[in-house]
């Protein structure tokens, strides 16, 4: 081994272990390094995270280090520290060996790919088998009337000891009282007819919290039937514990978890009277308001296939419009009309904006300043001035970064030739193998590197910018006008045009013509990118990249 120093990862996760456990392990890799002649430069750890979770602050930092010392290994307690996903720990190893460096370890010691092969699969199955084995324990407490992980609104946790063995006792629940008086008054309430948008908006009015502290919305009280969620929809207010309605599983792309519905023979139901809030009577009248409000059979008599085959076409301006009070999205409340959703989900206690505006008047507003504001001359020649300035910084220090390489890589040239030569000389291999080798593997990041970094273009903005622009967006609205209701045909155009707005906020102003002033925020990324013929994505990428934070986007008052 030819590194001469070390970097320390250390990591636990949240069950059985505790945050002596990281110290421990530093402690246990410090030996380690020191055993090896190596001297630790720096040690990093993630307390109570999984093994499984791909970006972690305590590892992303580790690697970190490493690149910037490419003389120092990643050390680790074991390869499970590092990873138990059987691909990302494969992803590790390739990229660690990228830097130049290895992984060493106290169990296995220096890390090969038939290591990440042997112990990625093992680590998989272990939580595989670690999955099986919590689902059994928790149905067992489940089937003994016992929380199968997490708490309902209504209930407090208890925790008492066995007084027999000593041991903890965990999962069991007791009545909350005041928030039992909440669940009684929710179910009577919308038994006698009240919408769940209107006891949301009463709750916070009161300033009642929540099951999450925050305020009330319909969703939390209406729910998903089918999936029992929702505090109309909870059977543990009658007094049956139902577990096992969903199943979790994590997306390997993404590695975020997603819950999908079991059969209802799968499900799990425990008779807990002493859990009991609301009578029967009370939930069978909310299960007869839920049916009658819910979407009906056609006229042939098959069921409806959802709200999903009626969906009205998706606006032009769907998702970008902003109420001006309390920041919240706007949608529809009437065939034509538009108003804040927080508002109407929550109550005025969360937003007192009830004003409604049409649709179509905050439509043809923002179009019209799309076309003839947003590509005003004195802005683009502001734009263009400052965006080339920062562009072509950042094209000197990209061009610096290059540079660097190049030269590094020189240097790197004349080393393995005063090698080659040392060994012409008589210089025996053995003493000058282990510098030629690493010669050589610089050699290859530096070439990778350089290769991989390609010189930015000069930028050129063409003068006519603002007319081709109008030009170009012209030609969009001429064609979302052409098919209006054809929203398959005209898709690109839309795309293109919400391309070029960051956000249109409504605030309601008695002095305007409609009732609220309208503000548009122009993306700047999207309209030079209509206007240079770019894509817009990537231009979007290009001006975060030149502006950062800092550059805001323009704002046009209508």
């Not at 992980?149 to 407090?156: D, E, K, L, M, S």
């Not at 999908?260 to 308001?289: F, M, S, Y």
């Amino acid at each position: 081994m030819t590194h001469e120093l070390a970097i320390i990862y250390a990591r636990y996760s949240s069950d059985l272990q505790r945050q002596s456990s990281i110290d421990d392990q530093i402690r246990e890799c410090r030996a380690y390094a020191e055993r090896l002649g190596m001297a630790v430069v720096a040690t990093f750890s993630d307390a109570a995270t999984s093994g499984t979770q791909i970006s972690r602050s305590g590892l992303d930092a580790a690697i970190e280090a490493l690149s910037a010392n490419p003389r120092a290994v990643l050390v680790a307690e074991a390869l499970d520290r590092l990873s138990r996903g059987q691909g990302h720990i494969a992803d590790l190893y390739d990229e660690v060996k990228f830097l130049g460096s290895e992984i060493v370890t106290v169990a296995e010691g220096p890390v090969s790919r038939m290591h990440v092969g042997f112990k990625g699969t093992m680590n998989a199955y272990y939580i595989d088998d670690l999955g099986k084995k919590t689902r059994r324990g928790l149905r067992g407490r489940v089937e003994q009337g016992a929380s199968g992980g997490g708490n309902a609104y209504g209930y407090q946790v208890v925790n008492r000891t066995c007084p027999q063995t000593g041991d903890a006792i965990h999962g069991e629940r007791a009545i909350l009282d005041d928030e039992a008086r909440i669940v009684r008054r929710i179910f009577e309430e919308y038994a006698s007819g009240v919408s769940p948008r209107a006891i949301a908006s009463q709750l916070n009015l009161e300033g009642v919290a929540g099951p999450s502290g925050g305020a009330w919305g319909h969703s939390t009280i209406n729910g998903n039937k089918t999936r029992g969620t929702g505090i109309l929809n909870n059977e543990l207010y009658i007094g049956r514990l139902v577990w096992n309605r969903l199943r979790y599983v994590r997306n390997p792309r993404t590695r975020k978890r997603i819950s999908r519905a079991n059969p209802p023979e799968e499900w799990v139901i425990t008779d807990v009277p002493h859990l009991r809030i609301i009578p029967d009577e009370l939930w069978e009248a909310v299960k007869q308001r839920q049916e009658a409000t819910a979407l009906k059979r056609s006229d042939e008599g098959t069921p409806d296939a959802g709200p999903w085959t009626r969906r009205r076409p998706v606006h032009l301006l769907s998702g970008l419009i902003a109420c001006g009070c309390c920041g919240g999205g706007f949608s529809k409340v009437s065939a034509d009309r538009i108003g804040c959703s927080t508002a109407r989900n929550k109550g005025e206690a969360v937003c007192s904006n009830r004003r409604t505006i049409k649709y179509a008047v905050v439509e043809a507003a923002v179009l019209d300043a799309l076309h003839h504001h947003l590509m005003d001359p004195e802005l683009v020649k502001t734009f263009c001035e400052e965006y080339t300035r920062e562009r072509n910084r950042l094209m000197r220090e990209a061009s610096a970064g290059i540079d660097a390489l190049e030269s590094e890589l020189r240097r790197v040239n004349r080393q393995i030739d005063n090698i080659v030569q040392a060994i012409a000389d008589g210089a025996p291999y053995a003493t000058v193998s282990a510098r030629m080798e690493a010669a050589n593997s610089r050699k290859a990041e530096l070439e990778a590197e350089i290769a991989a970094s390609a010189r930015p273009e000069p930028v050129r903005l063409h003068p006519r910018l603002s007319e081709t622009y109008r030009e170009r967006v012209g030609e969009l609205l001429h064609g979302l006008a052409a098919q209006p209701d054809a929203p398959h045909e005209n898709n690109a155009a839309r795309e293109r045009i919400r391309a070029l707005i960051t956000r249109v906020r409504l605030t309601p102003d008695d002095g305007a013509t409609h009732g609220y002033q309208i503000d548009l925020e122009g993306d700047l990324a999207g309209i030079l990118a209509l206007a240079a013929g770019a894509k817009a994505q990537d231009a979007q990428r290009q001006l975060k990249l030149v502006a950062g934070v800092g550059f805001e986007p323009t704002t046009f008052r209508l």
